[in-house]
């Protein structure tokens, strides 16, 4: 009974933390091999390892994403000075003395489409830049990707506006030329890599999973 | 003279980087085999059809002397699929395996090309080494 239970428990570890394509073969393989008589140490030797693994794999994908995302979060200081003085001069002046809430709409459009711009720019570039799964690019993933990012993006402006609130939110704030780079590592914004990465991650999972369901509806068709 | 002396240092400099991109080209061309994963192919070609995660893993123990973890056989497994080296198909779900299905692999074409050349480079390697030379 109880090592039921434990081999349970180490197979829905193998299910979920194996970052795999094959984890519920690698899973099958190792409740075979203890129906043939292999130890319960044996087993948890194998699912730490498995573990270890995937997690190594998953970090060797992710390294050229969080350098990329690393080195275009640091040109955002050049693209916030270019949005500036475009977006200056494209505010209509009736538009800053509206009223609530359509006061909001002011700071938003102003201070987050620059920035959101700024990582779906980013995004696409990496897109482009990917040449041998830029066959892979379809109108889906490019959504997946931006709304992943959108979100990040969302959830980190809300953790800056209370960052900078006194007494209250103050959505003016948006409208600061440095308000994502509040929180920076020399000169890089991390509210914006973090968002870029969120695009980059989604990415990432959603190739792998339509390779999976390619080769399991390969076999369906053999 | 200063200018015949630039011709001729671009000129160098772009035959050295277009043998830079032969190169990389070569390499791109030819990605020779790791060590674990040509032992992967040629087991999976012993073990013939039918090969699935636990054979291959105590065939691969048995070889090496000492314990193959079955993450790690998957890992170069997934690796090999996706540079299209091996290709596999998924049996039906058993239920002494917890009701998950057995993964069956198989080497591809471009698969066995990859052993061939590998095996050439190394053979050539092989017999490269001056006489004499003893490896223990």
Known sequence: MKSTRVVAVGTWMVDHFTFGLTNQALSGDLLEEMESGRSAAWYWRQVCTAIATGLLKRLRELTLPLIYCVVWASLYPLWNRLSTVVLVRAVPAGLTDLAWPKSALVPICYGIVPALAFVWLGFLVYELLRIRTLHELSAQRVLWGASASLNVLLLSTQLLLWHFRQSRIDLGSLMRPNFYSAFHLSSISIPLALSLLGALISRTSRTQRRRGHGRQDGLQSA | ?136
């Open chain 2, 1 to 136: 003279m200063a200018l015949r002396q630039e011709i001729s240092f671009i000129f160098r400099l772009m035959l050295r980087n277009s043998y830079l991109f032969a190169i990389l080209k070569e390499m791109r061309e030819h990605a020779y085999l790791g060590e674990f994963e040509l032992m992967i192919l040629l087991t999976i070609i012993r073990l013939g059809d039918e090969v699935y995660g636990v054979p291959l893993a105590r065939e691969l123990s048995a070889i090496r002397g000492g314990e193959v973890s079955a993450g790690t056989v998957y890992a170069a497994l997934d690796r090999l699929e996706l540079k299209g080296l091996i290709a596999s198909t998924l049996g039906d779900p058993s239920p002494e395996r917890g009701g998950r299905a057995k993964r069956y692999f198989c080497v591809t074409e471009q698969g066995l090309k990859s052993l061939r050349e590998t095996r050439k480079v190394l053979t050539k390697l092989w017999k490269s080494l001056p006489a004499g030379v003893e490896i223990a």
